[in-house]
């Protein structure tokens, strides 16, 4: 078990009608005016907009509203926000949404106090202080709601980057599970992936931490069990709490104790798959690419992925588990090729120029331009 | 899965060398001056307070020295200690021992600020600010290094009560779990079977919070493997890390979500025991009465006591799971009942006198005197 560091500040609100508590929560916090961050206008239709601005209403919170951020979110948004939040003076950062928009409103609540937020991105910047974070949670996938990241990205430079400081942790984040009844099951499914890849980073890196292993084993296997059921009847609110739980803590720090930085290469592959192609969304990418890492990497390492394979999936080898998985993936009618996801063999130099650009990726595994290559084609 | 709130900004350090950042922590958090709570002098022999001491002088952090604390802490020690931090004028507590140790230098936190820190106990005062506490911990058991809890005893009135606030959350908690491999095993085992009470505490209150119970299975199996091992080998590091940290996250929030306040019967049973004899460990008193409590209401409710059975002990009843959970404690060397604790039948009407003190016990099982007198003859 490697020493770690684990700090996370953000209090949760979990369950059915606690979005009613963001006004009081700003108010007691002494929150004026803050900018609410919104997502395509999905909030609208499934009531948590009007939930939302009626706390607001009346606990005397003041707010403007930034709409428009889409999935993987882009730098241009980002730096509209910005401007906007620092035009209308506000003192917080309200973001209503799923992780893309979550993590825009992150970005934008340090970016209020930096010249040019990409600079923190590319290290050319440090993240020192940020407005106050508030979050309603509308699509259990990233664990944005409950950590100190916030991937933006760059469509000029093609980079898609995920920026981490303690200062973008949540001051509150309301999760109520019941507002994701109406997702398509799509999202659910995709957004399960996300959260299982967050858990499999890291995994594998030693086989020693065992009570974070235990507790990883836990949150995957929930994960699929909701999953399953939430496919069966996507209004069971049980499966779609444990679901959401599960999903936060799949990357608030607690799936990570002993396990050092984790590995992170599906990862940076997937960031460039999305930054290619922008409809794509996170959990699909990684639902292509992690049983592919697996595959590739546990020829070469068998015994590393055995414990995974029996504890997940109660399969006798890896090889078997990632059949499992994929079968898993496609009985929830996830993409399971690049292909699927509309990328052909001929723009694979394109992709692996952009996983490339800042030499090997991966942890517990580097793995450098060959090795992706080989990688990637297992994708198709 | 019930609503919940979870909010734990307590920030740890954990693994070897980590207490020689204690003063720079301190440190940059602008504390010039703190008072060192300690117990009866083990750190001395075990090298703690040099490394503490020694980190404190190296980044100019002055203190002062409250020892003595002792196993089930009175309010007498805490009220010296308030007095004493008053007058030097401390502005933190830096606790290093055990649970004992950091409860009383918690509650010392809070009441610093009050008339009667007592009144707080009883509820007859509120907690709302507290000196910053840093903890570093010895032994792994209460989990009060990552919580807001703070249990003390009344001698005169022989009331063991558990204050929490979430003011009395340590701002930072270093656990290296090295220095506890020079305790004798009968404090590690008593501390596991602590750790397993708060998970069991949380564990039968629904069996709808399926990511929790499923963490809750994953720590008690952990804390069950890493015991055994290192009954076989005490200096197993790897054991006692996982140890530690199973215990910390035993109760800090994590074990509870979705389940409701716990049920907290045996803990009342537990406190009024070492209330009347404070040579009896925490750990040792729970050891006896969990597996009475269970077998007492597995026979009024046997499936809600058929899950915890399988997952943790892999038996097919609530009582084959009790038979083995005090085969297990029996072969840690724990004791097993109320005699093995000094405790004579004649004393049960004094004992059930402090026990229902305040009315019924417990949340999930609501028991009166009568119920409780059953589960203490189980006890005999």
Known sequence: MQ?????????????????????????????????????????????????????????GVKWVESWGVQPNPTLDKLDEIIEFARKEEVQAVLAVGGGSVLDTGKAAAAGFFLDNIWDAYIGEDRVTKALPIYTVLTLSATGSEMNGNAVITNMDTKEKICLSSIHLYPKLSIIDPSVQNSLPFKHTASGAMDAMAHIFEYYFVNDTALSTLAINEALAKTIIESTDRLQANPADLNARSNLAWSSTLALNGITGAGLGFGDWGCHAIEHAISALRPHISHGEGLGVIFPAWIEYLSEKDPMRFSRWAKEIFSESSATFGVKHMRLKLSGWGMPLSLRDLGIQQDELPILLDMIVKSGTIGNVFKLGRDEIHILLMLCF
Do not use: W
């Not at 108010?27 to 803050?34: F, S, V």
């Not at 009531?47 to 601005?53: A, E, I, L, P, R």
């Open 3 to 59: 020493s770690f560091s684990f700090h996370n500040p953000t209090k949760v609100l979990f369950g059915e009608n606690q979005i009613a508590n963001i006004g009081s929560q700003m108010k007691r916090d002494k929150i004026d005016k803050c900018i609410l961050v919104a997502g395509g206008g999905s909030i609208k239709n499934n009531g948590v907009y009007d939930q939302v601005v009626q706390s607001l209403e009346k606990n």
